[in-house]
């Protein structure tokens, strides 16, 4: 079955809202990353957090690795912050394993 | 900031042609990846590499080959292309050593057709 697992699926916000991905993982892990990737396609890497809690600017990364989950909080979105965000998982020696993604979408 | 250049952008190709996507990264990191995206599976890891000279298999490396004869340029080959080879490809680059996952830096992405 699928190692990682990201929910929801998709969501839909207006734009000021506050947002909450999770991503939920069945093995054992080394770290935790969440990147963000672009409509049209490039990624690009958020956070690299093996366990406990990261901020950067208006979003926070927090892992727990003994409930073996991860979340990503994004405070007063934007319409900028529309595309797919990504968390991945190191197995071993730089192998990450990604969920299929949350797509998200912010309205004006 | 870190820089991975992908070509093509995009590829159409004939079934039981070969196709070559290439990679190049500038920021002196040994650790190449090549993924696929596919919807609903996320990204999967095909083939990836140490530094020059070495490549590894990934999750599904069937149909594809590696190849790494520079630390800057990691090319992804398939021998005989097949539809079900149709996706995007990324390249990845990131960090200098085994033990660890750094933050990995991204190519722009190869959209692949094979008719």
């Known amino acids: 079955g699928q190692q990682v697992q990201q929910s929801p699926a998709s969501l839909v916000l207006q734009e000021g809202e506050n947002a909450e991905l999770q991503c939920n993982f069945s093995t054992s892990l080394n770290s935790m990353q969440w990147f963000y990737q672009r409509p049209g396609g490039s990624l690009v890497s958020l956070f690299y957090?093996?366990?406990g809690t990261k901020h950067s600017g208006r979003l926070t990364s927090t892992t727990v690795i003994k409930e073996r989950r991860s979340s990503l909080h994004i405070s007063s979105s934007q319409t900028t912050d529309s595309g797919t965000y990504l968390c991945?998982?190191?197995?071993?020696?730089?192998?990450?394993?990604f969920g299929a993604g949350t797509r998200l979408a912010v309205c004006p | 900031e870190a820089a991975v250049t992908q070509s093509p952008r995009n590829k159409v190709a004939v079934t039981g042609g070969k196709v070559t996507l290439s990679c190049n990264q500038t920021?002196?990191?040994?650790?190449m990846y090549w993924y696929r995206q596919d919807t609903g599976h996320g990204l999967r890891l095909i083939h990836y590499?140490?530094?020059?000279?070495?490549?590894e298999k990934g999750d599904i490396p069937d149909g594809y080959k590696a190849s790494r004869p520079s630390q800057e340029n990691f090319s992804l080959i398939l021998e005989l292309a097949t539809p079900s080879q149709t996706s995007v490809y990324f390249c990845?680059?990131?960090?200098?050593?085994?033990?660890?996952?750094?933050?990995?830096?991204f190519g722009s992405g190869t959209r692949l057709t094979v008719l």
């Open positions: 590499s140490y530094g020059a000279g070495s490549t």
């Open positions: 920021n002196n990191h040994n650790n």
């Open positions: 957090n093996p366990s």
């Open positions: 990845a680059s990131g960090g200098t050593g085994q033990s660890s996952a750094e933050t990995l830096y």
């Open positions: 991945a998982l190191e197995r071993s020696f730089n192998k990450l394993t």
